[in-house]
């Protein structure tokens, strides 16, 4: 049902119930052909799969669920021309939680580049704020300039912040689409690397300080201004992994 229909859209009105062939990032497609912003609808039917209870299932039924799911993983990962000793690795060995962001950074970056391209109304400009935490995505129209919509993304104070994750929920709050858990929800890293603001707190000084890794070797790091720690000698929190710059 379209309840917010946009200003310039002159081929259905406020109230009109339409029925959704194609999906796409930014929108849907009518049957009668129409693109449709997701900010223009509401969904009133869907038709979704039931997910079973799993608290309700019984100890046979929930054995039996499992192998369902590792047989059907299989037979996928055959089809699709994984080697089967990887697959059963994969399965085995799971993902370190630095493994999982940095997998979360990519697809965020991933994420900003599609849709930057895809959207064929306005153009989109980042205000990144490292030392606030926060990016600010705005869209404006091409021609006039005019600023259709912003989006927002702050990060949580006990957080490492990183630019690019927040690009990407700014971006999709700007667009009207739903923000991905695991944006919202991804680890925190735990592996210090070259680019990364750190703060840290010597072992023989209760001030702490934040500086930028310039170098890493053999468990000693050096700083942009020069500086250096030892990891035994320094608690080293990362509260900036964006890294910006380096080959961004």
Known sequence: MITNRSLIETRYKNGDVL????????GVFSEEDHGIWHTEYEVIVGEH???PNLDEMDYDELVALVEDVMKALRTRSY???YDQGRFDAEI????????????VVEKAKEDVRVLYYKDYVGATDFIVNAEKRTVVSI????????????????CAPN???????????????????????????????????????????TSFS????????????????????????????ADLVIIDDSRAGDGE
Not at 139 to 152: D, L, Q, Y
Not at 181 to 200: A, F, I, K, W
């Open 49 to 51: 799969t039931p997910i």
């Open 19 to 26: 029925k959704v062939t194609r999906y796409y990032d930014l």
């Open 206 to 233: 209760m001030d702490t300080y934040e500086e930028t890794v310039r170098k890493s070797d053999g468990g000693k790091y050096e700083y942009a201004s020069g500086g250096y720690d030892y990891t035994e000698d």
């Open 139 to 154: 869209r404006k129209a091409f021609g006039n300039g005019r600023v259709i919509s912003k989006g927002i993304a702050k």
């Open 159 to 201: 957080d490492c912040f990183n630019a690019h994750i927040g690009k990407a929920i700014a971006l999709r709050r700007a667009l009207g689409l739903e923000v991905p858990s695991e944006y919202l929800n991804v680890p925190q890293p735990t592996e210090v690397r070259v680019g990364d603001v750190v703060r840290g707190r």
């Open 79 to 81: 089809k699709n021309g």
């Open 92 to 103: 085995e060995a799971p993902k370190s939680d630095q493994q999982k962001r940095d997998e």
